[in-house]
Nanobody, 124 residues
C-alpha cells in the first residue's frame, strides 16, 4: 500500500520561505518519479516540480529559481524548498507519484497516488 504524507506547510509573509516534506511508505522513492502539485481555490491543480527516477529535477515556470525539489532516498522522503514566496503561491500543495514510472508525465490524471495535501498561505 503506497502512502504519501505531506508536512511543513503554514502561513508566511511574502518573501519568506517554507520547506514541504512528503514521506512515502510502501514505495521506493529512489527509483521512481515523484512530483509536487498545487491547487489554489477556484483553480485547476497544476504541477510545480518533478524529480524523475533518473535523478533529474524539473520546474514549472512559476517556481523556477525560487523552488527546489530534492529527495532523501534513505528516508523515502521528497522535499520542496520554497523561497521568495509570493501571495500567488498560496495553495494546497500535494505530492504525487505515477505508480512505478521513472519518467514524469505531465498530466494530473497520470498520477496514481497522492498525499492529503499541505496548505501554504502567503500574505502580502
Amino acid at each position: 500500500q503506497v502512502q504519501l504524507r505531506e508536512s511543513g506547510g503554514g502561513s508566511v509573509q511574502a518573501g519568506g520561505s517554507l520547506r514541504l516534506s512528503c514521506a512515502a511508505s510502501g514505495y521506493p522513492t529512489r527509483s521512481y518519479c515523484m512530483a509536487w502539485f498545487r491547487q489554489a481555490p477556484g483553480k485547476e491543480r497544476e504541477w510545480v516540480a518533478t524529480f524523475d527516477g533518473y535523478g533529474n529535477p524539473a520546474y514549472a515556470d512559476a517556481g523556477k529559481g525560487r523552488f527546489f525539489i530534492s529527495k532523501d532516498n534513505a528516508k523515502w522522503t521528497l522535499y520542496l524548498d520554497m523561497k521568495s514566496l509570493k501571495p500567488e503561491d498560496t495553495a494546497m500543495y500535494y505530492c504525487a507519484t505515477p505508480s512505478y514510472r521513472r519518467d514524469c508525465p505531465s498530466g494530473v490524471a497520470d498520477y496514481d497516488f497522492w498525499g492529503q495535501g499541505s496548505q501554504v498561505t502567503v500574505s502580502s
